[in-house]
C-alpha cells in the first residue's frame, strides 16, 4: 500500500506560478514512478507529467516548457513546479504512483485525495 497527500495548491493569478508537493508513505519511494494528472470541472482526467525511478521525464503538450516534475527520494516528495500559469490550467490536481509511464488514468495503482489550482485571468 502507499499513502500519497498533496499539498501546494491555491489561487494565482495568470502568469504566476505555484509549486505542489506529493509525499509517499509504505513502500520505497526510490522504486515508484510518479505521475501527475489534473481534472477540470466536467472534463476527463488528463496526464500531466511523469518522472520513473530513474528520474525520466515526461510532460503532455500543453504544460510543456511551462511545468516541470522533479523528486526528492530522502524525502519521499514529488513535486510539479509550474510557472507561467493560465486560467485552463485551472483544476483538481492529483499525484499518482505507477510502475511504468502511461498516459492512462487507470494503469496507475495508487492516487492522493488532490489539491485545487485555480488560475484567475
Known amino acids: 500500500q502507499v499513502q500519497l497527500v498533496e499539498s501546494g495548491g491555491g489561487l494565482v493569478q495568470a502568469g504566476g506560478s505555484l509549486r505542489l508537493s506529493c509525499v509517499a508513505s509504505g513502500r520505497t519511494f526510490r522504486n515508484l514512478g510518479m505521475g501527475w494528472f489534473r481534472q477540470a470541472p466536467g472534463k476527463q482526467r488528463e496526464f500531466v507529467a511523469y518522472?520513473?525511478?530513474?528520474?525520466?521525464?515526461y510532460y503532455a503538450d500543453s504544460v510543456k516548457g511551462r511545468f516541470t516534475i522533479s523528486r526528492d527520494n530522502a524525502k519521499n516528495t514529488v513535486y510539479l513546479q509550474m510557472n507561467s500559469l493560465k486560467p485552463e490550467d485551472t483544476a483538481v490536481y492529483h499525484c499518482a504512483a505507477g510502475r511504468y509511464y502511461t498516459v492512462r488514468d487507470h494503469e496507475y495503482d495508487y492516487w492522493g485525495q488532490g489539491t485545487q489550482v485555480t488560475v484567475s485571468s
Open positions: 518522472i520513473s525511478w530513474s528520474s525520466s521525464l
